[in-house]
């Protein structure tokens, strides 16, 4: 069942009748490349293209008795076409149909995710640049390290989607290949030229050699990366969601008018977008993992692959298509508290400065462990005594005999802890000439 949540357009991709609709695209230019060579008379090809169609319903009916989808699907054309039916399906088996068919609707479909992330890109970058110089605490192991941007969290954000575009873009044409070589991959009724010349009119490339079906490690690199995309949705998402909690209160996903966060207790406002992208990218996740289950098949092919595919392949675009184009909206409706992010950054009382102040003493000839305990002796206290640091460390007679007050005071300026945040946007946001270049 497509979720009521899908985006019509990618639905439309994995729906019976765009299935069908894209067989018969692969039947007609195999018609029509036999037809160039001679092999399928050209009258019976035009036939083929000006009549050949289909009736779901029709081809479901067949189905109930022929207990094989090519089969009942070639009937129920030939019943439309009439004489001319008999070139249809003609040196083919079904796999050439089925996965040649099936690489041009995981392009389709890699093209929307391209162009999801193209506009999550976008939307991360422009909030990146407007909070470029908003400061706040960065946290490493979920406790208060040194001063960073909110902007710069974004701009991490953004470096990852490029490489998940760029790993999009390599895994479509991974896909992007076609095959009309037969049973077992020997070309035994064809000849390898009219693969070149079916696979020329779809836009694919021959696979260089196959079995009856195309190998599944290309398709489990795409299903891989889409996985590897959620994955990084679900650490931005996961973010919000801690940078959301009541008591760091710092950003929160848009809460739109008249949403309810809890049906007991009205003053909840969940991060419910977020939560659901995690969620999603747990299915991802096992989809991909299935994927690389289908690789190993006995022989030239088996048909464990096929029933897995027809669940993981529409699922994971399905979801992943949805979880980008909600991120987006979160992204972009995202509200951000400056003035919470300051309070944060001060709630340590300045023992965040630590590095900076250890670095100073070092400079001026303490060595470094001594000086690390100077430093750390003091900003114990400032924890333990709830003391302001810079207070303790200019009474502090050991620190001040190598440190005088104004070098003290400038250890803690925030504007020179962020002095290179400029250059690091100039790296991340500088133009590049490949779409999904990291």
């Not at 029709?58 to 009942?72: F, K, L, P, S, Y």
């Not at 009474?395 to 001040?400: G, N």
């Amino acid at each position: 069942m497509i979720p009521r949540y899908t985006n019509p357009e990618m639905g439309a991709i994995w729906s019976d009748q765009r299935r069908y609709e894209t067989w018969l695209q692969v039947e007609l230019a195999a018609a029509d490349a036999m037809a160039e060579a001679g092999l399928v008379p050209v009258e019976a090809a035009r036939d083929l293209r000006e009549k050949g169609g289909f009736d779901v319903a029709r081809i479901e009916a067949i189905e109930r008795t022929t207990q094989h989808d090519v089969i009942a699907f070639t009937t129920a054309v030939a019943e439309q076409v009439g004489p001319s039916a008999r070139w249809l399906h003609f040196g083919l088996t079904s796999s050439d149909v089925l996965d040649t068919a099936q690489a041009l609707q995981m392009r389709q479909a890699s093209d929307l995710i391209v162009g999801d992330l193209e506009r999550l890109l976008a939307a991360v970058r422009a909030r990146a640049e407007e909070h470029r110089r908003t400061p706040m605490i960065g946290r490493t192991h979920g406790v208060h390290a040194e001063p960073m941007t909110f902007g710069l969290k974004l701009a991490l954000w953004y470096a990852e989607l490029q490489r998940g575009l760029a790993r999009v873009a390599r895994a479509r044409e991974t896909v992007s290949v076609g095959k009309i070589s037969g049973a077992v991959g020997t070309f035994a009724h064809l000849d390898p030229s009219i693969e070149a010349r079916v696979c020329a009119r779809l836009g694919l490339a021959p696979a260089p050699v196959s079995s009856q079906v195309i190998q599944r490690d290309r398709h489990a690199e795409l299903l891989t990366t889409l996985a590897l995309v959620a994955a990084s949705l679900e650490k931005f998402a996961l973010e919000i969601r801690g940078l959301q909690r009541t008591e760091i209160g710092e950003v929160e996903e848009p809460f739109g008018k008249g949403q309810k966060g809890s049906s007991a207790m009205p003053h909840k406002r969940n991060p419910i977008g977020c939560e659901q992208i995690t969620g999603l990218a747990r299915l991802l996740r096992g989809n991909a993992l299935a994927a690389m289950e289908n690789v190993a098949l006995w022989h030239e092919r088996d048909i464990s692959h096929s029933s897995v595919e027809r669940v993981i392949l529409p699922d994971s675009f399905i979801a992943l298509d949805h979880m980008l184009r909600r991120f987006t909206r979160i992204v972009t409706g995202m509200v951000v508290y400056p003035d919470r992010m300051l309070e944060n950054l001060r709630r340590s009382r300045g023992v965040v400065f630590s590095g900076t102040v250890l670095l100073e003493l070092a400079r001026r000839g303490v060595s470094r462990e001594q000086a690390y305990e100077w430093v750390q002796r003091n900003a114990m206290r400032a924890f333990h005594e709830q003391r302001d640091f810079e207070a303790l460390l200019l009474a502090d007679a050991e620190v001040t005999a190598v440190l005088p007050p104004a070098e003290i005071a400038r250890a803690f300026d925030l504007d020179h802890q962020l002095r290179h945040v400029d250059a690091i946007f100039e790296r991340v946001f500088q133009p590049s000439g490949v779409r999904g270049e990291p």
